[in-house]
């Protein structure tokens, strides 16, 4: 089964930046999509953005989309979420995760019953 590994959260003050990592244990997370999603205590997992195998299409949450990017290594079988002008309310438990399928389809990939492979998160703490 392949494993993720998120790192790279911490604490952080408003307007800072942070840059999360998601590992994957093989090769095989290669040829799929893979997404970010957050959950904050005592909220529903959201969305936060995706991106296809190529690195060529990717999706983000309105809310933080000009802030947050994702970009993904196949060599190094890393995807990255760097973000930028943190805000209090991107506090969260942050995980990655590789989606079911390998195309990018912007109804599958904002779907978290879309993915079958989840890391164990890492924490962002934003204060303001």
């Known amino acids: 089964q392949v494993q993720l590994v998120e790192s790279g959260g911490g604490l952080v003050q408003a307007g800072g930046s942070l840059r999360l990592s998601c590992a994957a244990s093989g090769r095989t997370v290669s040829n799929y999509a893979m997404g970010w999603f957050r959950q904050a205590a005592g909220k529903e997992r959201e969305f936060v953005a995706a991106?296809?195998?190529?690195?060529?299409?990717?999706a983000y949450a309105e809310s933080v989309k000009g802030r947050f990017t994702i970009s993904r290594d196949n060599a190094k079988n890393t995807v990255y979420l760097q973000m930028n002008s943190l805000k209090a309310e991107d506090t969260a438990l942050y995980y990655c995760?590789?989606?079911?399928?390998?195309?990018?389809?912007?109804?599958?990939?904002?779907?978290?019953?879309?993915?079958?492979?989840w890391g164990q998160g890492t924490q962002v703490t934003v204060s303001s």
């Open positions: 995760a590789r989606n079911k399928n390998f195309g990018f389809v912007v109804v599958i990939v904002i779907s978290a019953a879309e993915y079958n492979y």
């Open positions: 991106i296809s195998w190529s690195g060529s299409s990717t």
